[in-house]
DNA sequence: TGGCCGTGACTTTTT
DNA sequence: GTCACGGCCA
């Protein structure tokens, strides 16, 4: 075994780390995978083992460190920066960046090889449905028997199996897979008509480039000799390719991650990436980190009882020894509302008991749950923030002043002129467009060509005509002042389209309620544009003498520093594109953070706070039919509890209202496996028990010792077979019975309406025959 | 052409 | 409860 002595460590690198730990660190050939489990101090591994390789003289542009988000990005820089001496001479270069934007990157430099111009678009969420509704009007497909936002999701899972349009139109049998065939081929021509991409393109063009390109291939491989995975358990195939394509030659890869966190299925993420790794790659030395340093016992233990509920899994003992601390308190609220001033009043304590504001947060399934939250933070006198860097850049005025840019940055995007062209109005509406549109479609030019051809179009009033010549002229001048203009003035270019639009105008003059908070966010836009800054010299691009080494076979990865006002522009898109929500979490706010169960990732706070533990909440009823997703959900939920350092407190509501209709909960099956032990249990809803059925369940989880009558001996009077009739599902046959927790679970198909999985002490089944 | 209003569909999670 | 869209009127 090793240990710091052993090893010649002058900068003490490796001091103060376990045993396992300096495994990790000290690591420099070969491939290596790191099981860490919660808070085993995966960062820290990470940190100093590239400060170590650098250490060891491997030159810091040859290091290449992905993650899933900026922030998680930033972090990792600023740290390894941290460790290295400044006096060091070769850490110049590093490249750590996200999977994304590592792709946007390379698809700069090679845009022209995969049929693109440099200045392409990053398609958003609603840019590909406006492009996917056009698609599917143009191949006849919208019938109403599929959403784009269902083809869209039907086509990003081809994607990130690497299929394209054409290989699923081959193996397109159903009259649905062949739709969806037509959908990707259509989606398809769109995007590269207006020259732009979607985020699965970023990973899915560039696992091309890299599989079939042997210049681009060796390019990277060249240059790129370690490579390092975070989060390894969420890569899908399409990273997959692209990491395996740039490590293989050297098998430098070394990857870190946690198969009880991957919460990412539904977006395409393999487990099996990590699962097989060590097959996939001989020679892998594994290192499993499973002791915990951010939580207490009580935290722990609740948690890693919750994750033994997964069959699925490598087991992988994890324990702390910070004491046993607090146990987790759970609470039973009266409804959404009353759990929020719960929530509250926890905050309050926590912050009376010396928790800083900015070490707490409040985690939940899905987004529509933090309106009340809010609320009653807002009430309490609480300060908060939440963490949706994403919901900034969808605001209406956001995207329009974004669209305006883009258009700017990119003369092909039909999507982002279209929307703009007629916003602050200016006379140019619905049916003047649609004659310029058949124009552009009819000559094959863009809508932007189209406009400057206006006196051709037929069909168009001269008033028309004259506010088109207004419009293109105005944007004629902001293209000549972006071919012009340097870098230094990219935030008063923005101010400026924003003011020359009429866009801020807009807002401010039609005496709207909310106008001004939109002119205010138009200034945050400016104040990102302000901040922005190219990818850093020092850190992030290849020092001069790199690109001598690789004169033989293509430019080095990055082509020379960017200047200009318009690579500017097309930059700040970028990474304005490619924002993730963990990135709108700021510390230095001294607020409490409020965020999605998936946010958290990878996050950690002395306080947390779970709410909406109800079943169809989380586990989410979209994810309840399979037991492959409902892991998942209790995956999701492990990740959600162990965040918390010190104190974890999880809420559920018995009555919420969802879509406006109010509905008695049912307690999450997941808080029943929790063991008693660790837990402080509160009533507060009010209810006596006894006349309510949920209740006395509730009950006999936690307080009872009942439940082994009531629940064990109900799997036995439904075996597989009998048929049984739901109150909202119908008659149905149970298929099969299988205990979960203290509880039963039982598959029962029901006819017209496919399998449910339901919990029989929840589900009210009446036994039809037996 | 543009704005207003009523209706209906829909919400899981995100780079 | 919210958003998007289509129809209707100034």
Redesign the pocket.
Known sequence: MLSPSMINDPEHLLDGLTEPQLEAAAHVDGPALVLAGPGSGKTRVITRRVAWLLHQGIPAWQVLALT??NKAAGEMRERIDALLPSTMTNRRGLFVA????FCARQMRNHAQLVGLDSGFSIY???DQRSAM?EALSTSNLDSGNW?P??ML?AVSKAKNDLKTAAACEEEAGDFYTRAVARAYQSYSKILRRNNAVD??DLLLLTAELVRTNEAVRSELQNRFKYVLIDEYQDTNHAQFVIADGIANAHGNLFVVGDPDQS??G??GADVANILEFEEKYSGTKIISLGRNFRSTGHIVAAADALIRNNRRRKHKDLHTELGDGEQVRMIRCQDERHEAEQIALAIRSASTDGIDYRSMAILY????LS?VLEDSLRSAGIPYVIAR??AFFARREIKDALSYLRALANPLDDVALARIV?V?????????LKAIGRHAMHEDISLFDALLDVNRVEG??PR?RRSVEIFTQTVARWQAQLENGHLAQLAGFVAQVITESGLEAMHLGTGEEDGQERVANLNELVNAAAEFEMPDEELDGPPPEATDANESTLPIVDSAPVAGLLEALRSFLESVA??????AIDESRGAVTL??L??AKGLEYDFIAMAGLEEGMLP?A??QEGEQ?LEEERR?CFVGMTRAKRRLVMTMAASRA???QRNRTVPSSFLSEVPEEHVSLERLDGSGGFDEGLSIVYDSEFIDESHDEEGRGLGARFPAGTVVRHPQFGIGTVRSISPRGTVSSAKVAFHGIGTKTLILEYARLEIVHG
Do not use: C
């Not at 399934?365 to 529509?368: D, I, L, P, Y």
């Open positions: 899933f988000t996200t999977f994304h934007a958003d969420t609603s509704k959403t936002a269902s999701s985020f699965d919460i990412y539904w977006r399934r899905v987004n529509a309106r860097g994403t007629n602050p109005a200016r006379k140019i509406g619905a049916k003047t168009i009033g028309a490619l924002v993730s929500d963990q990135d965020m999605t998936h946010a989410h979209r994810s997703e999701l969802v879509r406006g």
